[in-house]
């Protein structure tokens, strides 16, 4: 939840009513989500103001592939709660620099670093922490805590909504505050939980170019790029379809598309949190796959199948490559990422090069859960030879 809350509140006010197609980049990790305010109070333009979001996702790119140099090192402990200290830090500051230094940019930017810096090792270290430990269906502990990120942006942005109802935006930074709390707390938490190991005593996990000789690593690759692309290219889209295609009043629209959108893909990877034991891996990503190809055919603003694709994919990667270790999670963590925003992207260069047919470039985005499928069925022929 903490990833989400960083993603949605860093982004923190946010609705932009009359922003236009033309301005796609500042959607793609915003989810309808902007920062006016800053725009407003400190007289940011918009073109800075989607710097800033670029800034935050090419920082934990950086950090994923940084993550394989230290995080052994310093062990997941002290990871963790350096993740989260940074985290409460830059939502922290993003209160407080943009009117200590002389150019307001330039705090907001380095808040958006600090908090990148959090938000990208977690996304690194919570999925191996999970997976170490010692549960009975490790797939069903996974799906449970993917599915949290999607509680988070429900709860994010539901609440902040709230919150600016009854107390104003101009109170944001009591908002970006609250949130602050989050980290923080689990920040705590970490330094008593107890943390399985990743690897049995004596163990090493396997160096990148161990993992790059693989090919059942490059599949996995292209199967959580896959996954990304799948869960954004539609998500970041349904606002903008509504609206345009539907007639359907925006504010309605940011409700009905990603928060119906993050909704549903909660449930899917609860309902396999909780049933994943009966249910075979491989064949519920293939039917979550197809499904997802039916909801793009339908032009639906509810794309619910794809939620189980991100969560299996770490799955199916600790079961296929062993001592993969943090390398494999930090690559699979950055694959996943590109794939986030480069889904979106994708649909809006094809719905561009074709007169702004927001349809036709939801249709392309079939490309997607094709791969996906086609990645599952080598999965299996091919830990046979790795």
Sequence with gaps: MVDQCLNDVSLINFRLEDITSDENKLQQNSAGLFYRTFQGSYGISLQKITLLVTFNFGIQLL???ASIGFVDRIGYRASMILAHAMAAAGLILLTVLPECLGDPFVGLLIAVMIYAIGGGLLEVLVSPVV?????DNKEKAMSLLHSFYCWGHVGVVLLSTLFFRIFGIANWKYMALVWALIPIANGILFTRVPIAPLLDEGEKGLTMGELFKKKIFWVL???????????QAVSQWASTLAEKSFGINKTIGDLAGPMAFAILMGSSRAFYGKFGDKINLERFMQYSAV???VSYLMIAFIPVPVGIMWPGTFSMAAASVKRG???????LALAGDVGCSSGPTYVGMISGALNDNLKLGIFAALIFPVLMIMGIKMIGSLQKYD
């Design 63 to 65: 950090v994923d592939l």
């Design 131 to 135: 997976e170490a430990c010692p549960t």
């Design 221 to 231: 690759m292209l199967m959580m790029l896959c996954a990304g692309a799948s869960e």
């Design 291 to 293: 499904l997802c190809m």
């Design 325 to 331: 270790g943090t390398a494999l999670f930090a690559l």
